[in-house]
């Protein structure tokens, strides 16, 4: 009990301090020690409507219902604990996530991509060559 006190105390006062810039364009991703749906979980549902009411973006990870994921594992539950929320903005560039296993750790890695528009570089049909003479320049060699 002291520990759920102590993570919807950081949910109520820490976490909206760190939060009060601009909630538009952060994205927030962790190790939130906390189920917000029963559906991540395979034990006992326990969640943070403090956390719920905090969390502004939208969730990465959406659970698929005939193969459920989770990050974090025990001998006797398996939760989805850790998760990266983003802004819409953000959502929008989302090319992928992954669930990655991670050693000496019983929670696994969440890996999300985001695509961003690469500037077309535009090349010529000549070869391009490293003028050799650069290497003896000090500036280059410190």
């Not at 749906?37 to 403090?50: A, E, L, W």
């Not at 939760?79 to 000496?104: C, N, T, W």
């Amino acid at each position: 009990m002291a520990r759920r006190t102590e993570r919807e105390k950081f949910y109520n006062t820490e976490l909206p301090f760190l939060l009060q810039a601009d909630r538009q364009n952060i994205d927030l991703g962790g190790d939130f020690s906390c189920i917000l749906d029963p559906v991540d979980t395979t034990g006992h549902f326990q969640n943070s409507r403090v956390l719920a009411n905090l969390i502004r973006g939208t969730d990465t990870c959406i659970q698929n219902p005939t193969s459920r994921t989770y990050t974090h594992h025990s001998p006797s539950v398996a939760a989805r604990l850790d998760r990266i929320y983003v802004s819409q903005e953000s959502m929008k560039k989302k090319s992928g996530i992954e669930i990655l296993p991670a050693a000496f750790t019983d929670h696994q890695a969440v890996a999300l991509r985001l695509a961003f528009e690469n500037p077309v570089s535009r090349r010529g049909r000549a070869r391009w060559k490293m003028d050799p003479n650069l290497i003896q320049e000090a500036r280059i060699r410190a």
